[in-house]
Each structure stands twice: as structure tokens, then as C-alpha cells.
Nanobody, 125 residues
Framework: QVHVVESGGGLVQAGGSLRLSCTTS??????????VGWFRQAPGKEREFVAA????????DYADSVKGRFTISRDNAESMVYLQMNSLKPEDTAVYYC????????????????WGQGTQVTVLS
């Protein structure tokens, strides 16, 4: 079993930055062997893909809406995956979820096996 845990959400002004972190809780399997993705869900909307990174960090994928503003990275020595979010916009407001274990280059939420509880990101205009 893999228990995914996100952190780092909060309230920020438009144009600001936040860094989200994703790892697994103690006594569960490490996040290291897995492809990891970030998704987000705004009120009344479906959960959508944001970014994903391969197990060793060689490949990254981004939604068009965040390209050039968000960066996904991982530190396998620390068993952490990060989402650096810059130039935030009010439309980035959502609950952000970290998910792990999906086929290579997958960006579909239905293909990720393990999910965290989410962390709220609110961007004020």
C-alpha cells in the first residue's frame, strides 16, 4: 500500500509562487519507483491533469495551461516530488492532488493508482 501525502498549499496573491510537495507516509512504500502526477480540481469542475514526471525524472509532461509557469521535479534521495508554481493566476485556484503509479507518459487520472487527500491552493486577484 502507498499512502500519498501532499503539502504546501495556501493563499497567495496573483503573480505569486507556491511550491507543493508530495511524498508517502512512514511505513508505506516509497514514491520513488513510480511515475507521479499532479492533478487539480476546482469547485464544480472535473479533476484535471497538471503535470507528471517519470520515475527517474527523465520525462515530464505538462498541461498547456501551466506550461512555462509550473515545474515538476523529484528528489529520489528524499523520496519527494515537487510542483513549483510561479506566476499564479486566480484560475489556478483548486485542490491539488498528488497521484502515483501510472503507465509511462500517462496523463489520465484513471490510470494513477494511488492518491493523496489534496491540498488547497487559493490565488487572490
Amino acid at each position: 500500500q502507498v499512502h500519498v501525502v501532499e503539502s504546501g498549499g495556501g493563499l497567495v496573491q496573483a503573480g505569486g509562487s507556491l511550491r507543493l510537495s508530495c511524498t508517502t507516509s512512514a511505513r508505506t512504500l516509497s514514491i520513488n519507483p513510480y511515475r507521479v502526477g499532479w492533478f487539480r480540481q476546482a469547485p464544480g469542475k472535473e479533476r484535471e491533469f497538471v503535470a507528471a514526471i517519470s520515475a527517474y525524472g527523465r520525462n515530464t509532461d505538462y498541461a498547456d495551461s501551466v506550461k512555462g509557469r509550473f515545474t515538476i521535479s523529484r528528489d529520489n534521495a528524499e523520496s519527494m516530488v515537487y510542483l513549483q508554481m510561479n506566476s499564479l493566476k486566480p484560475e489556478d485556484t483548486a485542490v491539488y492532488y498528488c497521484a502515483a503509479n501510472a503507465p509511462p507518459r500517462s496523463v489520465s487520472r484513471t490510470q494513477f493508482a494511488y492518491w493523496g487527500q489534496g491540498t488547497q491552493v487559493t490565488v487572490l486577484s
